[in-house]
Structures are given as structure tokens and as C-alpha cells.
């Protein structure tokens, strides 16, 4: 704990993205880290649903179980609470970090919001129920009594879509470990087949549409045949919804792409560490993480000119039409062919990266929280 400050909030947090059985994404990546910096500042309640379990040596507070997620939804949309009376009686406040907000009439609650995009683009989510879950969803965002975007761009999108005022919205941005990016992982062998090469264009990502993989895929396979085969293009990440089509892409195109699959953390660290250049050629990001690992890792970053992307990487990126495949293509020659070009633009994400600390994304969220319990 800080010096001059008081551990005198409770703070439940949700963390069923983080359970059991699950692929940790950006989200559970998010509230992984929010999690242990904020129980440096308070007292943190990890609070998952009834069957869910979630077990981590860093978890520094027992796991508390509600509702089942299912019981917990049929009781907010009949206006009773959404957690036990005996547990919200501990709280102070609730962080919803999940997408899963609770109804709570008297304790006061945060929820972190990164994107509209089931509302904004339902053909990039699931359909199965989508009208009906995102009535559910917009609905929830009204029972939050301040909601967290990660960018400009996507509180205004949020705004406009989730119905939420923007002055319940307050910016806070995501961060990276720097440290995890300091370590020595020269002693790993690559995943991929990569063994312990160096060179090779990086995505890292859940496969889903809004990623434009497939695109990606066409940029790549319009380089040389050296070229591809020298800096193969290599996709670390777990098949979303939709994937089918990027894995067999990916699979039949055995001369410049690799596809991983999901990995662990150290594995993820040490492609980003010995990789060329990183790509981020999402249609979509209401922050776009990647690119902050890309520039702690000192790696030059191209990525799409679209929505959050250029707000979070200022002029430390190269940016592209991510709908043209051959705008992304040149960018990759660009990086390919000029190593002064490589090194001004890793410098550039170093420098950019600094500010981007979760201590100070918790710091942030911790003075908004004082603000709503006075």
C-alpha cells in the first residue's frame, strides 16, 4: 500500500472471465491485472458465479461465489439484486471488469465497457439470441453507476450505442507489464515450428471477423516468395467465433503462415520478443492491446487506421487500410527493407509506451471509485 493512503474500501470484483475452462482474452487479461494492482490500494473480494471456480497464486483474497450467472440474470431483469443481501452487505462498491453488470440498488457499481460491437456490428458477434442479448446488455449498462472505456473512441461509441450519458463515462486507458518484456526468454523454443529463429511478422488475437485475418492473410501471400519465406507470417491466438475459415487459410498456405493456435503467456512474450514487426489489422478495437505489447517488446508496429487504433498508437505506428490488402503488404515491405525505418519506429513505441502503466490504470480507477463511495 501506498504511503497516505487507506485501505478503507471493500471492493468486490467480478472476475468470471478468469474462470476455470476459459481462454483468457483482453478482458480476463484486464481484470487480471486490475486485480492486483487495486488489492495493493484496497481490499479486493474476487467474486465469481455459483460453479465457477478460479484458482491463481496471485489472488490475494478468497474467491467469493454469488448466483449461478443464470439465477443472477432472471432476478436483475425482475429488479431484485443480482448478489446475495449477505455479501453486497460486505461491499462498497461493485467493479463489474466482465460485461457482466449486476443490479445492485444499493451499492454502488462500476463496469468496464471496451467496445459496441454486438450492438454496433451484431454480424461480428454470435447471432444465436444476439437481439435478445444485447436488449439484456444495454439494459444492464443503465444499472452501472459510472462506466469505464478504455479510449475516447469508444466512449463515444458506447455512448451512442449502449444509450449510457457521457458524463457517466470516465476514459481510463490499458496498460502493459513492461516487466514481463524485460525477462530473458532466449532459453524457449519458439512455438510454431520457429525453434529459436528470429524473423517473422506477429498477430496475437482471439480469431474472430473484426480481427481481418483473412485479409491479412492475402497481404502476407502478396510479398516474394523469399520474402514469405524468410518472414513468414505467424498467428498466436484462439479460434473465436467464426474462425473455421482463417485456420484452413491458414493451414493450406504451408510456405509463409503459421498458426499457432492459443498459448500461454510465455510463449506469447517470447514470439513478440523475437519477432520483426507486430501486426494489428483489426477492423475493430475499442483499444487494441497489441499494440502496447508490440511497442514494450521494442518491436515496430503496423496496424489499421481505423477506430481506437491511431488514438492508442499516436505516430509510433505505421497505420494502413486494413479493408486493402495491399496497403498492408506494402507496409510490411516497408518495415521489411529499411532496418533505420525498424529501429526509428521501435524507439518511437518505447517512448510511447512509457505513461501506459496498470499502476497508473489503477490509480485512476481507484480515485473514481472514492468519488462514487464519498
Not at 308 to 328: K, W, Y
Not at 350 to 372: I, K
Request: aromatic share 8%; hydrophobic share 40%.
Amino acid at each position: 500500500m501506498r504511503e497516505g493512503q487507506r485501505a478503507d474500501l471493500k471492493i468486490g470484483m467480478g472476475l468470471s472471465s478468469l474462470a476455470a475452462g476459459r481462454k483468457a482474452d483482453g478482458i480476463a487479461h484486464y481484470s487480471r491485472e486490475l486485480y492486483r494492482e487495486m488489492s495493493t490500494r484496497s481490499c479486493v473480494v474476487p467474486l465469481l458465479h455459483a460453479g465457477e471456480q478460479l484458482k491463481a497464486e496471485w489472488l490475494k483474497t478468497p474467491v467469493r461465489q454469488g448466483y449461478s450467472f443464470a439465477l443472477a440474470t432472471l432476478r436483475s431483469q425482475a429488479g431484485f439484486n443480482s448478489l446475495p443481501d449477505d455479501l453486497i452487505s460486505e461491499l462498497d462498491l461493485y467493479h463489474a471488469t466482465d460485461n457482466r453488470i449486476p443490479r445492485l440498488k444499493d451499492t454502488p457499481v462500476v463496469a468496464t465497457i471496451f467496445d459496441a460491437v454486438p450492438l454496433a456490428y451484431p454480424h461480428w458477434a454470435r447471432s444465436r439470441l444476439r437481439k435478445l442479448k444485447n436488449t439484456l446488455m444495454r439494459r444492464s449498462a443503465q444499472w452501472a453507476d459510472r462506466v469505464i472505456c478504455a479510449s475516447d473512441y469508444a466512449a463515444e461509441e458506447i455512448a451512442h450505442f449502449w444509450g449510457i450519458k457521457p458524463d457517466r463515462i470516465s476514459v481510463i486507458p490499458l496498460a502493459v507489464d513492461k516487466f514481463r518484456f524485460s525477462q530473458d526468454y532466449g532459453h524457449l523454443e519458439l512455438p510454431c515450428g520457429l525453434g529459436q529463429s528470429e524473423g517473422y511478422f506477429l498477430f496475437v488475437g482471439t480469431l474472430q471477423p473484426r480481427k481481418n485475418l483473412l485479409r491479412l492473410i492475402a497481404a502476407h501471400q502478396q510479398l516474394t516468395r523469399d520474402e514469405r519465406q524468410a518472414f513468414p507470417l505467424v498467428i498466436a491466438g484462439g479460434g473465436g467465433w467464426k474462425s473455421a475459415a482463417v485456420v484452413a487459410a491458414a493451414q493450406a498456405d504451408s510456405l509463409g503462415i503459421r498458426y499457432c493456435g492459443y498459448l500461454e503467456d510465455k510463449q506469447i512474450t517470447a514470439l513478440y520478443l523475437s519477432a520483426t514487426a507486430v501486426v494489428v489489422p483489426s477492423l475493430h478495437e475499442g483499444f487494441g492491446l497489441p499494440v502496447l505489447e508490440g511497442f514494450a517488446a521494442g518491436k515496430p508496429v503496423l496496424c489499421s487506421n481505423t477506430t481506437s487504433l491511431p488514438e492508442v498508437a499516436g505516430d509510433a505506428a505505421i497505420l494502413f487500410d486494413p479493408e486493402t490488402p495491399a496497403e498492408i503488404a506494402a507496409a510490411m515491405r516497408q518495415i521489411l527493407h529499411d532496418e533505420t525505418l525498424r529501429s526509428s519506429y521501435a524507439a518511437k513505441g518505447l517512448a510511447r509506451v512509457e505513461p501506459f502503466t496498470w499502476a497508473r490504470t489503477a490509480d485512476q480507477t481507484l480515485q473514481l471509485y472514492r468519488q462514487l463511495t464519498g
